[in-house]
């Protein structure tokens, strides 16, 4: 029992068919409202722009003092025009802007590019008409660019929609930017430096439209091949992560952002929050997304530029091949500082290069082929150099030497890339006039160059790092071991806090939650008297630590409320005194006994694992180098919750103290394994609790022996605090779970589908019949297509925010197997989705397909869409069928079948 989208979003990704913002990229009819004949004023510059340009639409001032501007016969208003409008640009006083958006939605316009300021940036009076012009605009499904913004360029179909002084050329480059004066400057340098775009867009304050909408839509573009950014806000955290993951795989999406520099690190309870910056957690989710980020604007076009000509390095191993050992050094220099590597030569690599090079050569990378180095010479020494199992990239230098002859070079060099497909080949031609023409001839062949080779090396550089951040957030991760929690004990934790209106936990307390999260911790006693501290300590066994047991004081070391290695029982009673006497010199109640904990053999490592809120993307791990002086050395990493087994690998290795973990100077590695399931653990603990505001577990004492906790603290939010702001990546949705029979006695767990699934789902697609895949993608595929890595990541690593997918799993066989899939993908920019579904053949007729489309329609009211539909085949009855019985309506078509059911009873709002 099948069905498919009209477009399937696991296998197909672009949807050429389905673009929600082709009034702003493709109008055919376009309103300037606030036209004008006044010189040099922005309502001339668009009017103007607009007809002079190619787009080969028609063009309508809006002025009702004129009857005509520029020649082209004007309307009073957008009511007046005879023809029906596809997009709206608005040029008038901000107080205006509201009564045009209620005339453009009376009018039935899809689009409008508010290019007036005079909002937000001038106060709250400002920021409340925004308001009121986006309530209406979503009434009326009005999609709107800007305010405050330059507009919007399509150089493929020649629109300008701006008040720019020139029109970009057209080429495969997507720009956003947040600054219209940017846009400006960086129009006038691709002018003269012949970079062209797919679009150009200033997008102004995101009043409606954001980044996530943009980046979906050119991702669906053909003609855009890279996206560029320049960023001063994120927006929308939840959409931007949401688009830019889906679209990163396809088309490499470079950023600029300004502000770099860290702001002061506001005042925090735990060492994680002083040791996250806003900029820090920016760049973790950029890490998280697939997105590269950048310095410069150089770094920006050049990154478009060479990761849509390039394929993407396997690793950071860079081999240099130069004709001038100065360039080779400096190259080397710049590779090793951005955290590249030099290839280490095979030996049958040293032997290739020995047969055909000088005596003289360096006989080490960089491979020197001496200054009188003939073409010839550079095209043998470069594809022994490609052949090396161990380089991931190829960088060849040239310096104009007497003997040296550029254009040649190239020829030749051009000849042999053609061999060279599989890693990532850039040039650098250094000089002047003396090499144009054989650089030329590089840029004519498709092949990156750069003027410096230093530069060139830095570019690998970002290409490898960017290679890195897609592998990771598609390399399949390890199954987790799932843990029984005991909720109503943590449940009962948080329900005594919050009666006595406490927000700090102490640590016995915080030391509960990590061990029902299977996290280990030292055994920990709370003793509130000495006598009782010594009980403990005997039966624990010396020697032994006494800590402050509080719900006020966070930081036990700073007050002397930590003694170490107490030998017996006096040193106990000693000890707990003078740990009451430093608490109560502060002249606070905070002292309510201590807690007796074993002395263990610190031998080992002391990281810190902790959480804090970040006010755009909500919980933060942090993960790096913990102890007492965590603040100071600051080598940490941070990441988004939820991770999964890769991810948490991937959060460990930003590292420095990673290196020693795997093992050095005669330590064992630690269980590295063991350590990523603890990450894991610990980001389900965020986001299931959203209660806890910040949670440290500084030191965490790691070695070949032992992981253990060995202190905690957990802050929870204040009850007259707002509502925490939820984790940026969705979670799994864990509500749509639930055990069902089949009609022959089968007990399957339907279930949303994890990444960790993707070896069953190549079980499960062994055992699909021709027509069972024909009816599902209206197209035959073969096996290996269908279980490629690259296409089942698309259908197991599901982003919960755009996509369920359900899989129906048999667990009481001797190995689990999915029995079915069945799929809904929500269109952008909408609230409706399709929906897709595979049942295996042999499992067909049992009742599966029945329970996972009314799964499907239960998850579509709970999420809060108005409709769920599906093309369907003519001749699949059994799934038109099974619609009609649940309620669907059916549509024909001329290509087959069109199924739409309407969820608009009672809508359910899950977060």
Not at 33 to 58: C, D, H, Q, Y
Not at 130 to 145: C, D
Not at 181 to 197: H, K, Q
Not at 416 to 431: D, V
């Amino acid at each position: 029992m099948m069905t498919t989208p009209s477009v399937d979003p696991a296998h197909d990704i672009l949807r050429y068919d389905y673009t929600p913002l082709q009034p702003f990229f493709a109008p055919r009819r376009v309103a300037v409202i606030g036209a004008t004949e006044k010189p040099n004023s922005v309502g001339r510059t668009l009017l103007w722009n607009l007809i002079s340009s190619p787009f080969g639409g028609t063009v309508f001032p809006v002025n009702p003092k004129r009857s005509s501007v520029l020649g082209i016969q004007a309307y009073a208003d957008i009511l007046s025009i005879p023809e029906q409008v596809d997009l709206a640009v608005i040029a008038i006083p901000a107080p205006h802007v509201l009564s045009a958006v209620q005339q453009c939605i009376q009018a039935g316009v899809r689009g409008a590019i508010i290019i007036s300021a005079g909002f937000k940036e001038i106060g709250e009076a400002g920021q409340q008409l925004e308001q009121e012009i986006l309530q209406t605009a979503r009434r009326g499904n009005l999609r709107m660019i800007g305010p405050n913004c330059l507009g919007l360029m399509c150089p493929p179909y020649g629109l300008n929609a701006t008040f720019a002084s020139r029109m970009a050329r057209p080429g495969n480059v997507g720009f956003l930017s947040q600054s219209g004066a940017l846009c400006t400057s960086i129009l006038d340098w691709s002018l003269r430096e012949n970079v062209g775009f797919s679009a150009f867009v200033s997008i102004g304050s995101m009043l409606d439209i954001s980044w996530g909408d943009l980046i979906y839509h050119l991702g669906d573009d053909p003609h855009t091949h890279s996206i560029v950014i320049y960023m001063e806000s994120i927006g929308d955290a939840r959409s931007f992560l949401s688009a830019a993951r889906e679209v990163a795989l396809s088309k490499p999406i470079i950023v600029i952002k300004g502000g770099r520099t860290q702001e002061a690190a506001q005042a925090a309870a735990s060492h994680t929050g002083a040791l996250m910056g806003s900029d820090d957690v920016l760049d973790a989710a950029f890490r998280r997304c697939g997105v590269l980020r950048v310095n410069t604007i150089d770094e920006l076009f050049n990154m478009a530029e060479v990761l849509a000509k390039q394929p993407r390095p396997q690793g950071n191993r860079l081999t240099i091949v130069t004709n001038a050992g100065g360039p080779g050094v400096l190259a080397t220099d710049s590779l090793i500082r951005g955290g590249g590597h030099l290839t280490p030569l095979a030996p049958e690599t040293l032997q290739a290069l020995d047969h055909c090079l000088p005596a003289e050569w360096s006989h080490h990378n960089p491979i020197d082929i001496l200054g009188d180095a003939t073409p010839e010479r550079y095209a043998q020494a470069l594809q022994i150099a490609a052949q090396d199992p161990g380089s991931d990239g190829l960088l060849v230098i040239l310096t104009p030497q007497a003997m040296t002859d550029p254009r040649q070079t190239a020829q030749t060099l051009i000849q042999t890339a053609q061999g060279i497909t599989h890693k990532p080949l850039l040039a650098s031609w250094m000089g002047g006039e003396d090499v144009a023409a054989g650089e030329a001839l590089l840029n004519q062949a498709g092949l990156f160059t750069l003027p410096y080779p230093d530069t060139a090396a830095q570019v690998f550089n970002l290409m490898s790092q960017y290679s890195y951040r897609l592998r990771s957030l598609y390399e399949t991760p390890v199954i987790e071991d799932a843990e029984e929690l005991d909720r109503q004990r943590m449940e009962q934790i948080l329900g005594d806090a919050t009666a006595c209106d406490r927000t700090l936990l102490s640590e016995w307390e915080s030391k509960q939650f990590l061990q029902a999260y299977g996290i280990p911790t030292v055994p920990t006693y709370l003793a509130q008297t000495s006598e009782k501290a010594v009980e403990y300590a005997e039966k624990i066994g010396y020697p032994v630590v006494l800590k402050l047991h509080s719900h006020t004081i966070t930081h036990k070391t700073d007050v002397g409320g930590v003694q170490l290695n107490l030998q017996n029982a006096e040193a106990v009673q000693e000890a707990f005194t003078a740990i009451q006497q430093n608490v109560e010199s502060y002249g606070e109640p905070a002292f309510l006994g201590v807690t007796v904990q074993p002395m263990l053999d610190l031998d080992g490592y002391e990281l810190i694992l902790g959480s804090s809120p970040d006010p755009q993307f909500g919980p933060v791990i942090l993960f790096g180098l913990g102890g007492q002086l965590v603040e100071v050395f600051q080598d940490r990493a941070l990441g988004l919750p939820p991770l999964n087994s890769t991810l948490a690998r991937r959060l460990m290795e930003q590292t420095k103290i990673y290196q020693a973990l795997q093992g050095v100077r005669g330590h064992r590695s630690v269980d590295l394994a063991q350590l990523e399931q603890i990450l894991v653990k610990f980001s389900h603990l965020i986001v299931e609790y959203p209660q806890i505001k910040e949670i440290d577990i500084n030191p965490l004492l790691v070695s070949e022996r032992q992981i253990v906790a060995l202190d905690a603290r957990i802050i929870l939010y204040p009850q007259t605090e707002k509502q925490p702001i939820h984790p940026a990546i969705r979670p799994y949705p864990s509500q749509y779970v639930h055990e069902w029979t089949m009609r022959n006695g089968w007990p399957v767990t339907i279930r949303p589908i994890r990444p960790e699934d993707e070896p069953l789902i190549v079980q499960f697609h062994q055992n699909l019949s021709e027509e069972s895949v024909y009816f599902r993608y209206f197209h035959l595929m073969k096996l290996q297509t269908r279980v490629a890595h690259d296409r089942l990541t698309r259908i197991c690593f599901v982003d919960y925010d755009c996509e369920i997918a359900l899989v129906a799993e048999y667990a009481d066989s001797p190995a689990p197997q999915i029995l079915g899939v069945a799929r809904l993908s929500k269109l952008h920019g909408t609230q409706t989705a399709e929906f897709g579904m595979l049942v295996q053949d042999p499992y067909q007729k049992q009742g599966l397909g029945t329970e996972l489309l009314t799964s499907l329609i239960h998850v579509g009211k709970a999420e809060g869409l108005a409709a769920i539909k599906a093309d369907i085949l003519p001749e699949n009855r059994a799934m038109q069928h099974l619609c009609e019985k649940l309620g669907f309506q059916l549509k024909r078509q001329f290509d087959g079948v069109e199924a739409v059911y309407s969820t608009l009873q009672a809508p359910i709002q899950v977060i």
